[in-house]
């Protein structure tokens, strides 16, 4: 086992055994970490899992957002610590200002879950290190609020930042994510957050059939990257 | 001045620019379908009533705004609010 990874789990969090599994299953020293309990110092990355912290209310993840915890995560994201966060973890991301744009209901109004088709623009970073450009990772997304809003101006610093992006296909689009966006990173793709779900991708015999278990490589991305001292 | 109680309501939605799914629904399915053809549109948001320990009216609205902004109450890249008083 190597690398220290805290999965931070929040009333409401319910993806955390998974993300968990999926952490263990490809070699890292993972735990469930409840939020009051999380101390930045003891972690080598950290993964802000799926779910319905404090029950969406609000809006989701923007309660979260303003907790102790997330204070931890900003002040390890601003110490080049691997931050990952999946579906509501990435909604936490966002209103906590560490990713740009907004992240809401989807344009079709109703929950969405099933696999899609995404393939990664410009991968660096310790999640994305096994990802060779313009690879397809298929996985499953399972939300309501997951519509990818940024504005004109922001959208041109992001980019200009040149960070890797997860973009959904042409015709996978589930949510009416601006740009096709399903994820986005920071420059040096050390903050990722994605809408879809690699905890639920990362075993042949769950995937349907048509469709890669995209998630295996960002586990295995993670594992290298700790193990060779990101 | 002593501080006095104020009631505040915060109504978030979305900008006019952003498509709005419920308000949606509720235009279509309810109001079309049951003949309310007066209606033109619906636009649907989140609503809050503050009550607030303030010296005036008018601080009480401002203290509310600011912890709309400080608190990300609203996301200014998606949504516009309305503060005001409520009057009873």
Same mark, same amino acid.
């Given at each position: 086992?190597?690398?220290?990874?805290?999965?931070?789990?929040?009333?409401?969090?319910?993806?955390?055994?998974?993300?968990?599994?999926?952490?263990?299953?490809?070699?890292?020293?993972?735990?469930?970490?409840?939020?009051?309990?999380?101390?930045?110092?003891?972690?080598?990355?950290?993964?802000?899992?799926?779910?319905?912290?404090?029950?969406?209310?609000?809006?989701?993840?923007?309660?979260?957002?303003?907790?102790?915890?997330?204070?931890?995560?900003?002040?390890?994201?601003?110490?080049?610590?691997?931050?990952?966060?999946?579906?509501?973890?990435?909604?936490?991301?966002?209103?906590?200002?560490?990713?740009?744009?907004?992240?809401?209901?989807?344009?079709?109004?109703?929950?969405?879950?099933?696999?899609?088709?995404?393939?990664?623009?410009?991968?660096?970073?310790?999640?994305?290190?096994?990802?060779?450009?313009?690879?397809?990772?298929?996985?499953?997304?399972?939300?309501?609020?997951?519509?990818?809003?940024?504005?004109?101006?922001?959208?041109?610093?992001?980019?200009?930042?040149?960070?890797?992006?997860?973009?959904?296909?042409?015709?996978?689009?589930?949510?009416?994510?601006?740009?096709?966006?399903?994820?986005?990173?920071?420059?040096?793709?050390?903050?990722?957050?994605?809408?879809?779900?690699?905890?639920?991708?990362?075993?042949?015999?769950?995937?349907?059939?048509?469709?890669?278990?995209?998630?295996?490589?960002?586990?295995?991305?993670?594992?290298?990257?700790?193990?060779?001292?990101? | 001045?002593?501080?006095?109680?104020?009631?505040?309501?915060?109504?978030?939605?979305?900008?006019?620019?952003?498509?709005?799914?419920?308000?949606?629904?509720?235009?279509?399915?309810?109001? =079309?379908?049951?003949?309310? #053809?007066?209606? &033109?549109? @619906?636009?649907?948001? /989140?609503?809050?009533? *503050? =009550?607030?320990?303030?010296? #005036?009216?008018? &601080?009480? @609205?401002?203290?509310? /705004?600011?912890?709309? *902004?400080?608190?990300?109450?609203?996301?200014?890249?998606?949504?516009?609010?309305?503060?005001?008083?409520?009057?009873?």
């Amino acid at each position: 086992m190597t690398g220290n990874v805290a999965v931070l789990k929040f009333p409401g969090t319910n993806c955390d055994e998974e993300t968990l599994r999926a952490l263990r299953r490809h070699g890292l020293n993972a735990r469930i970490v409840w939020h009051r309990d999380f101390v930045w110092r003891e972690y080598d990355a950290i993964v802000i899992p799926g779910g319905f912290s404090y029950g969406d209310h609000l809006r989701a993840g923007v309660i979260a957002a303003r907790t102790r915890a997330v204070e931890q995560v900003v002040e390890a994201a601003l110490n080049e610590v691997p931050v990952l966060g999946i579906c509501n973890g990435f909604q936490v991301l966002v209103e906590a200002g560490l990713l740009p744009g907004a992240l809401i209901q989807n344009e079709h109004g109703r929950f969405t879950c099933k696999w899609v088709r995404t393939r990664v623009r410009n991968p660096k970073g310790p999640w994305l290190l096994l990802v060779s450009d313009k690879m397809v990772l298929d996985m499953p997304v399972a939300h309501a609020e997951g519509r990818y809003i940024i504005d004109e101006q922001e959208y041109v610093k992001l980019v200009g930042e040149n960070p890797p992006l997860i973009l959904y296909e042409d015709g996978w689009n589930p949510n009416g994510s601006m740009y096709s966006i399903a994820g986005v990173a920071s420059g040096n793709g050390a903050i990722l957050g994605l809408m879809p779900h690699p905890e639920r991708a990362v075993e042949p015999e769950l995937t349907p059939r048509g469709f890669n278990p995209g998630g295996k490589l960002i586990f295995e991305s993670i594992y290298f990257a700790l193990r060779n001292g990101w | 001045m002593s501080a006095m109680l104020f009631t505040v309501n915060v109504v978030i939605s979305y900008k006019p620019s952003i498509r709005d799914p419920e308000g949606e629904t509720i235009y279509r399915q309810l109001i =079309l379908k049951n003949n309310y #053809s007066m209606v &033109k549109n @619906v636009r649907a948001g /989140k609503f809050l009533r *503050l =009550l607030v320990e303030a010296e #005036s009216p008018e &601080k009480a @609205v401002e203290q509310v /705004k600011q912890a709309c *902004l400080d608190l990300r109450i609203y996301n200014p890249v998606v949504h516009e609010i309305e503060v005001f008083l409520h009057d009873r």
